[in-house]
């Protein structure tokens, strides 16, 4: 069964920095899509796509993080990064890692870590 753990979440000013990691156990992800999604602290707001990286290093990003996010991944050690720069109050959220296993039936998730940007 493999498994995501996030770390690397936390409360930063606005123009600051975080990096997020996501390690996966339980099997190799190297062949596999993986991504952040993010959930937002209001009602009705849905999971959002953040950034999304291929098995051979192709990234997509959602409009609102393009330039400030990179998203990243070290195959050897099982980990996607996120690495976000130029924080704003509107990038606080749970931001949660997957890797798309389609043999297994679709994705993972990991648990979820908080990101917190104040004003």
């Known amino acids: 069964q493999v498994q995501l753990v996030e770390s690397g979440g936390g409360l930063v000013h606005a123009g600051g920095s975080l990096r997020l990691s996501c390690a996966a156990s339980?099997?190799?992800?190297?062949?596999?899509?993986m991504g952040w999604y993010r959930q937002a602290p209001a009602p009705g707001v849905q999971r959002e796509l953040v950034?999304?990286?291929?098995?051979?290093?192709?990234?997509n990003y959602t409009d609102s993080v393009k330039g400030r996010f990179t998203i990243s991944r070290d195959n050897a050690k099982n980990t996607v990064y996120l690495q976000m720069n130029s924080l704003k109050p509107g990038d606080t959220a749970v931001y949660y890692c997957?890797?798309?296993?389609?043999?297994?039936?679709?994705?993972?998730w990991g648990q979820g870590t908080q990101v917190t940007i104040s004003s």
């Open positions: 339980g099997g190799m992800v190297n062949r596999n899509d």
């Open positions: 997957y890797v798309d296993l389609p043999s297994l039936g679709g994705f993972f």
């Open positions: 950034a999304a990286i291929t098995s051979g290093g192709s990234t």
